[in-house]
């Protein structure tokens, strides 16, 4: 292996897990009774060899090629698209989510741990699983059944992705400075009036 490579000590992260969080006692809980401490780290043994096997190899094209702008859209580097489409279809971006809308309902516990690797390994791609994973959390809370159902399913498994759109001309990461504002419409909708900049994981090839 060489210095360059990703490698995930999955020692640590049982020791982590397992021994000091002690994710196992999760399993007496009625929502998690059907899992045990087995499957916990079959899961997390899984998203290491994803991240080194998958993710890790790709950021060489990350660094070498970065993103393009063409027709509109976002080219992203080779070998990107195919494997947030592995990461949508292997049921990484919905580990802890509802099975109602493809998750597999694990704790956030074990589905931390196995982001963390796959952020490790590459945290260019990876990031569209947190905001896609974040948006979709977003609507399960305060949607309506019919927006869960259009959108939530599609989201966590990778159909379509989700985005943060936070940065405006005068305020990078300074929230209270943002000035955009939403006003709710009596059809139930919102218009939104501001500028955004810098939209992370907007508009690009990985998902429609």
Request: aromatic content about 8%; glycine content about 10%; hydrophobic content about 40%.
């Amino acid at each position: 292996m060489s210095s360059t490579e990703y490698y995930a000590d999955r020692r640590e992260l049982q020791f982590v897990v397992m021994e000091v969080l002690q994710a196992g006692k999760l399993c007496s809980l009625e929502a998690f009774s059907e899992f045990d401490e087995d499957l916990f780290m079959m899961t997390i043994n899984e998203a290491c060899s994803f991240a080194e096997q998958v993710l890790g190899p790709l950021n060489q094209s990350g660094d070498r090629e970065g993103c393009r702008m063409a027709d509109g859209s976002v080219v992203t580097p080779e070998g990107f698209p195919e494997a947030w489409k592995q990461m949508g279809g292997e049921g990484w971006l919905a580990l802890n989510m509802s099975p109602d809308y493809g998750g597999m309902g694990l704790p956030e516990l074990v589905s931390v741990a196995a982001k963390e690797v796959q952020l490790a390994a590459n945290q260019a791609l990876c990031i569209g699983n947190t905001l896609t994973t974040g948006a979709a959390n977003l609507i399960l809370a305060f949607g309506s059944a019919e927006q869960k159902d259009a959108y939530c399913e599609k989201m966590l498994n990778g159909t379509w992705s989700g985005t943060m759109c936070l940065t405006e001309p005068q305020a990078g990461s300074s929230v209270g400075d943002i000035t955009s504002t939403a006003l709710k419409q009596p059809q139930g909708h919102y218009l939104i009036k501001g500028t955004k900049q810098f939209i992370t994981t907007g508009e690009h090839n990985m998902a429609e």
